[in-house]
């Protein structure tokens, strides 16, 4: 009898979502959320030590969301939300719509930051993942930066930054010089982005970490005053379950000239609920 009594307080205390998983808000602004899902069925935690759980459908988070964490531009042309990107209404990513497409059990923890919005036609963020889905030989996790336009266009490094200014940034970065070293090339002889990958896909390490050829991961983070930018981008996907090596340390421009002019970049700080 006290078993069946227990049961029954807990099913009537996880029903009042709404109380729930208001104490997760700061968890969710700061990036601290996993998901366990079922296809209609989430239970959301917070990751710290002492992990509290909710459990929620699918429409009871997406309305949690859409109340606490909508905000836009002065225009309303930019829409930002907890994991949600829109720009004039045409999404660059939305993680509770990609929710919907799991149909086995799985655990996934998902955090996009972003940097800002360029020109009001694409944005720059950074996408960190973790997710288990039931089944699999082993989880999925990694991280990437990335520079997009609506309908999935990714916009590559080399539209905005200088194949000079990429090959002097990535030659001054630690370790690439350790892993040139072991190669024996001098980096004084490298002169273009194509020595560069030769010179890098001659160590056996970066050969997985480069997968036949040089990245284009990368973010604007800042425009400056002065209507330079600065940049950080890496060398390769940080996924420890596809290759075993170290990825090298992201290369980080300051000051740079864009190809192509950035009038205006929009952050988080610039909208209003």
């Known amino acids: 009898m006290s078993k069946k009594t227990l049961y029954l307080t807990w099913c009537i205390c996880s029903l009042s979502h709404a109380d729930c998983i208001d104490k997760f808000i700061p968890d969710f602004n700061n990036g601290k959320i996993t998901i366990n899902g079922n296809k209609n069925m989430l239970t959301v935690s917070n990751q710290s030590p002492n992990s509290n759980t909710c459990n929620v459908t699918s429409s009871q988070l997406e309305k949690f969301v859409n109340k606490n964490f909508i905000k836009y531009s002065a225009d309303k042309s930019i829409v930002v939300s907890w994991n949600y990107l829109a720009i004039n209404r045409q999404p660059i990513y939305d993680y509770l719509k990609d929710l919907k497409d799991y149909d086995e059990k799985y655990t996934d923890s998902t955090n996009y930051t972003l940097y800002g919005v360029a020109n009001q036609s694409f944005a720059c963020y950074k996408y960190t993942n973790y997710s288990n889905v039931d089944g699999t030989a082993h989880p999925n996790y990694g991280s990437f930066y990335n520079c997009a336009k609506p309908n999935n266009q990714n916009i590559s490094i080399r539209d905005v930054v200088s194949s000079k200014d990429i090959l002097s940034f990535t030659l001054e970065n630690s370790d690439i010089k350790k892993i040139l070293k072991k190669t024996g090339i001098q980096p004084s002889s490298i002169k273009n ?21 040089l990245p284009t991961q990368f973010a604007i983070t800042k425009l400056n005053n002065d209507r330079t930018i600065n940049v950080v981008y890496s060398l390769g996907t940080n996924a420890p379950h596809v290759c075993q090596a170290a990825i090298p340390s992201d290369i980080v421009m300051i000051g740079i000239k864009p190809l192509t002019p950035i009038n205006n970049f929009i952050t988080v700080s610039d909208l209003k609920k």
């Open 193 to 213: 982005l194509n020595q560069l990958y030769a010179a890098l896909n001659k160590n056996d390490d970066m050969q997985c970490i480069l997968s036949g050829e």
